[in-house]
């Protein structure tokens, strides 16, 4: 009962949702559900006709055997008069052969043979005509199946007529539909059950999903979802979804920290603007030395400019390495530009630029980049190299030839541990060398993404002494 109710309650509240978003386990349900009832009611359906086909065969045979038996007794044998067939008669009853059949034999003319019981005689003019063309006809007259046969003997014809009501036969045709029904009835309670828990328990893992993504929310998008034991199709979709998390925490990951990327590098020249014109207010300052500060608030508001439209445009979910053209730019122009950046904010720093190899013509030194965000990602390798350098020295190295570029960030210094290497371009993560030198550990993870932007790479690596930052590009 309670089964039953269960499934009645999931049905309709099916169908009183507005909507008709009606649920996964409901449709499967219905739909399996459906199609075993149309099986069931179609094979029972197929057994019942076909029994019915079996039993009017089984009759017409027995019509067929009696009327030639018959026949033969009265036509074809000599000596056989009323009183003995009578007597055949009465046998044929007493052993219960055929009971609810009788025969009558006719000629052209007259009844050649009547049973003795006959309360009806089965002369039909029409039927025999039609006899005489097909040879033998099958009736239905009431209650009663007759069947008609075409004979010819020594020149004379003859109707053999068997008819008789099956009483047997379409007792057993009403048990079996009884029957069927019952089974139908049941068959349907009980498929119908077993179709609702094997549905429940096909769907399980696709619930247990459901559970888990509900459970997922923007502030642990580092959880995944198992992919396996739970059938090949679910394992399937757990997969993708995982790897649509993973895309999702890098998303949210990146727009997390953009505030703080966004504060570690506008920070300078705000700092630098701010100086100078706490210097310009000075009485004390000179009109010349008024309008040096002047300039250089100008090249910093022009450099604060330029970091924000390149935030503004990493921030853009639009920019990624797939699909996305860069203007072509000279890279010593690019590097060139950095150092003399770096070198305003930290005036006794020595940097040394070395171009190796034989480029040979101009495109060599050509790459497609977004010079802003390329600018910003050298000049955090620089004054990262400068602050843990403790010579104040950088030498970079840019490597060309034809097919390939690769740029040489070089200080002087003690080797990271292995943790440090493994997480130095994690947001946040500051090295145990850090601790002397002010920072966010936003610097590197910042550079990473602006190299990945343009489908190069950047590695760290321990060379004689000192620390090298490799940014190679195709």
């Known amino acids: 009962m309670d089964i039953t109710w269960q499934i009645k309650t999931d049905i309709i509240a099916m169908l009183v949702k507005k909507n008709r978003n009606y649920s996964l386990r409901v449709r499967f349900a219905l739909g399996f559900g459906g199609l075993f009832t149309v099986f069931l009611a179609g094979a029972l359906i197929f057994i019942y006709i076909m029994f019915a086909m079996f039993r009017k065969n089984e009759f017409k045979t027995r019509l067929h055997d009696r009327g030639q038996a018959f026949y033969k007794t009265v036509i074809e044998e000599d000596g056989i008069d009323n009183q003995q067939l009578h007597l055949l008669e009465k046998d044929l009853l ?123 929310t923007h502030n642990n998008l580092h959880i995944r979802l198992p992919e396996t034991g739970q059938g090949e199709e679910v394992n399937s979709l757990s997969a993708n979804f995982n790897q649509m998390l993973s895309r999702l925490e890098h998303s949210f990951n990146f727009q997390r920290d953009f505030v703080h990327y966004a504060s570690h590098e506008l920070r300078t020249p705000l700092t630098a603007m701010v100086s100078m014109t706490e210097s310009a207010l000075d009485n004390k300052t000179k009109n010349d030395e008024s309008s040096e500060i002047l300039y250089q608030l100008l090249n910093q508001q022009k450099r604060l400019t330029d970091i924000t439209n390149s935030l503004l445009l990493i921030s853009d979910q639009k920019v990624s390495s797939n699909g996305q053209v860069y203007p072509v730019v000279r890279l010593d122009e690019v590097i060139f530009r950095s150092v003399d950046i770096i070198k305003d904010l930290f005036p006794d720093a020595d940097i040394a630029v070395n171009i190796e190899g034989n480029p040979s013509n101009e495109s060599s030194l050509l790459i497609h980049a977004n010079e802003p965000l390329m600018l910003m990602a050298f000049n955090n390798l620089l004054k990262n190299a400068l602050q843990y350098s403790p010579d104040r020295r950088v030498k970079v190295v840019v490597g060309i030839n034809d097919n390939h570029k690769e740029i040489k960030f070089i200080n002087n210094g003690n080797n990271f541990s292995t943790e440090d290497k493994s997480k130095m371009f994690t947001p946040f993560y500051r090295g145990s060398n850090a601790t002397r030198v002010k920072g966010h550990g936003l610097g590197l993870p910042l550079v990473k993404q602006i190299i990945q932007l343009h489908e190069a790479s950047i590695n760290y690596s321990y060379e004689s002494d000192s620390n090298v930052f490799t940014v190679s590009f195709a």
Do not use: C, Q
Request: hydrophobic share 45%; aromatic share 14%.
């Open 94 to 216: 007493s052993t219960g052969i055929s009971p609810h059949i009788r025969v009558m034999i006719f000629s052209d003319t007259a009844v050649l043979y009547s049973p003795s019981n006959n309360k009806l005689s089965l002369y039909d003019p029409a039927l025999f005509a039609e006899v005489k063309e097909k040879k033998r006809v099958l009736a239905v007259k009431g209650n009663e199946e007759i069947l008609a046969s075409y004979k010819e003997f020594k020149g004379r014809h003859y109707y053999v007529v068997a008819a008789g009501y099956d009483e047997y036969g379409k007792s057993k045709l009403v048990f079996l539909k009884w029957l069927m029904t019952a089974v139908y009835v049941s068959g349907l309670l009980i498929g119908w059950v077993v179709i609702y828990f094997f549905v429940k328990r096909a769907i399980k893992p696709l619930s247990g999903l459901k559970d888990n993504l509900n459970n997922i």
